[in-house]
């Protein structure tokens, strides 16, 4: 068995998608210790600054005091503080929702949630650049999967058609984690109501981002009515650990009945409970934090297109990919930045398509200009070389095989 494992490192390190950690020290700041040397960070998802914000850490601390570090059990059983109820009143308000339920992390809020609305009969459908944690939740489902090409409504509506009669949940990031374009959400939700669909929308990197005091896609789009099921995690913008779904006061109940990644699993820490409560009220304080994030973004993006990189034209938020193709040239591009100081880690298949490796740049409120519009130009030197080389030997791209197939489990791309 061993040796088994050695070759399929082997095999990892000779398709160039071999990973290994990364250490850092100190806290998630704009600039960081990278293995002892300063570098700017360019691919934190602490977007507000708010993980190493002193009212957060102190309110973790005082938690710490008065409640302990650890939940002791599941909230089923001994588990459930009122410090869990206060952080869910706070965010169904934040998020205008009737309910919410916390769950330990946006890995086990997705998994449990998916399993427990989509059962045996099913069907869910799920776009292709959809986070992992989506793509396993539909995997644990006993549902049947549809993978719709990134965005594509009409293979979507095609697929919805297909499973007339059958129990229906769409999946979607709200914004794609590697891609930072954000879901067709009034689209979506309209083929929802008109196929009799339930909609779960992903959160993760739009919750203190986008949308009305960075309250998400969701509400940007004006659809809070509308969207099923909201998911969020408390591990990007909101500075902690954790994560929360917010519905309607029958789907909660009925998640903590039987999504069993919240019932087989101890209750969130009351510490990262209240950082993650004074991270909302310093987002609800401080609006202009998320319109710092917004405007850090548009000063990077601006740099890299001015230095002669193409960003996608969807590319509108705080996450900028730069697509480099081959992935053993995005990690060299990857190290190139590193010796100059720019930290911006390359993101390999399975991650992302094959042939799609990139350095996937995201930006933080915390970034001054001048530190952005360097980092731009440093970027587009360190890759403009291996992006014009993968263009010259690319092949005409055709639709990935796994896409559109008929509710036959998942493709294997995560
Ligand atoms: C990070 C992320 C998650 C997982 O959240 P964690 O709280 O880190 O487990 C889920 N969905 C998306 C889109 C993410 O980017």
Redesign the pocket.
Known sequence: MLSDIEEQLEQLRERDVYRKLRMISGPQGPRVLLNGKPVLLLCSNNYLGLADHPRVREAAAEAAMRWGVGAGASRLVSGNMTIHRRLEERLGEFKRREACVLFG???LA?TGTIAALAGEGDVVFSDELN?A?LIDGCRLSAARTFVYQHADLDQLEWGLREAAGRGSLIVT?GVF?MDGDIAPLPEIVELAQRYDARVLV?E??ATGAIGPGGRGAVADAGLEDEVDVVVG?L??ALGSYG?YVCCDRPIAKYLVNSARTLIYSTALPPPAVAGALAALELISEQPQRVEKLQRNARVLADSLTESGLRLPASAETQILPVVIGDAADAMAACERLLSEGIFAQAIRPPTVPEATARLRVSVMASHTKSELRSAGRAIARATLPAIGAHAARAEPSSAPEHVGGVFDGMAEAA
């Open positions: 992390s946006g890995y997705n986070h944690s990031d984690s992903d993760a990197h995690t591990g990007k994560a």
